[in-house]
Structure formats: structure tokens, C-alpha cells
């Protein structure tokens, strides 16, 4: 329903539509990239851009890749403040599974920003998050056996 507010998962995570835009807030504790793909499953949504993600988050793992081997994983312990949250999220249906490839930045005290590849985040005192929606079937991830990555196709 556009221009509606209604609360998803059981009332733990509230959504608006703007027939374009889909607004997400996040309560403590909730982890982010799993509140994100309820938000679009329930909704059936197979993919997204998510556009922004502004907030508090009470830990994060994320990462960077080098030329060779898996990424060099970072975790940190918060309160922390999330900066910027972008990426794509690919569903085989409009029911997942999802496939995220999103990356995060953070701050912690110091002002000192992070980030990279996200694995996982949990949210501190609150989160907001924008999904644009995409309506076309033909994204997938394909494994890339040489480069050990999910790559996009379409």
C-alpha cells in the first residue's frame, strides 16, 4: 500500500512504502542484513538497492579483499555509529533466499571510520534503512569458482 505504514515481523520492524522507496526502521538487537531480507520477503520482494543505512549498532563484522584469499575479516564491538550501509540484495524468488553483497561504514568514539564488505551487523539503539526495489527477474548470482566470489549476472 503506498504512502502506508505497517509494522513487519511480528511488529519488530516497521516499514513504509512510498510506491518507490521502502523505509525500514530497526529496533535494538535486531541483526541488520537478516531485518532487511524479512522486510523483503515479506513484502515478496525478490531484489533491492539498498539505498542508505543510518544508525547505532552494538557489533559489526565486515571485511576487506585482497588480491589472493578470502577477505581480512574486522569485527568490532560497539555502540558504534552506522555511517553509510549500500549494496545489492538478489533473490532467487520473490521469497528468497537472498543473496546480499552489501558493504558498511562505521564510527566508532574517535570519529575514525571503517568499513568494507559487511558479514554481519546487530543494531545498538536504533536503524533506519532505504531499499529501492527492483522488479526484474533476470539478476542471479553465479559462483565464480576462480575468484571465489558470487558474482552478478543478468
Not at 13 to 19: A, D, F, P, R, V
Not at 57 to 66: H, I, Q, R
Given at each position: 500500500m503506498a504512502g502506508a505504514a505497517r509494522a513487519l515481523g511480528a511488529g519488530r520492524?516497521?516499514?513504509?512504502?512510498?510506491?518507490t522507496v521502502s523505509i525500514l526502521r530497526l529496533h535494538p538487537g535486531d541483526p541488520v542484513t537478516g531485518a532487511i531480507e524479512d522486510a523483503l520477503r515479506e513484502t515478496y520482494t525478490r531484489n533491492a538497492i539498498?539505498?542508505?543505512?543510518?544508525g547505532s549498532?552494538?557489533?559489526?563484522?565486515?571485511?576487506?579483499?585482497?588480491a589472493k584469499g578470502p577477505h581480512k575479516r574486522v569485527q568490532v564491538e560497539g555502540p558504534v555509529e552506522l555511517v553509510s550501509l549500500g549494496g545489492l540484495i538478489?533473490?532467487?524468488?520473490?521469497?528468497?533466499p537472498y543473496a546480499p553483497h552489501l558493504h558498511i561504514a562505521i564510527a566508532g568514539?574517535?570519529?575514525i571510520v571503517k568499513g568494507g564488505h559487511l558479514f554481519s551487523a546487530t543494531v545498538g539503539a536504533a536503524a533506519e534503512v532505504g531499499l529501492l526495489p527492483l522488479h526484474d527477474s533476470r539478476l542471479?548470482?553465479?559462483r565464480d569458482d576462480?575468484?571465489?566470489l558470487d558474482l552478478l549476472e543478468f
Open positions: 520492524i516497521k516499514h513504509l512504502s512510498t510506491g539498498v539505498e542508505f543505512g543510518i549498532l552494538s557489533s559489526a563484522e565486515f571485511g576487506v579483499l585482497p538478489v533473490g532467487a524468488g520473490s521469497g528468497g568514539h574517535d570519529g542471479r548470482r553465479v576462480q575468484r571465489e
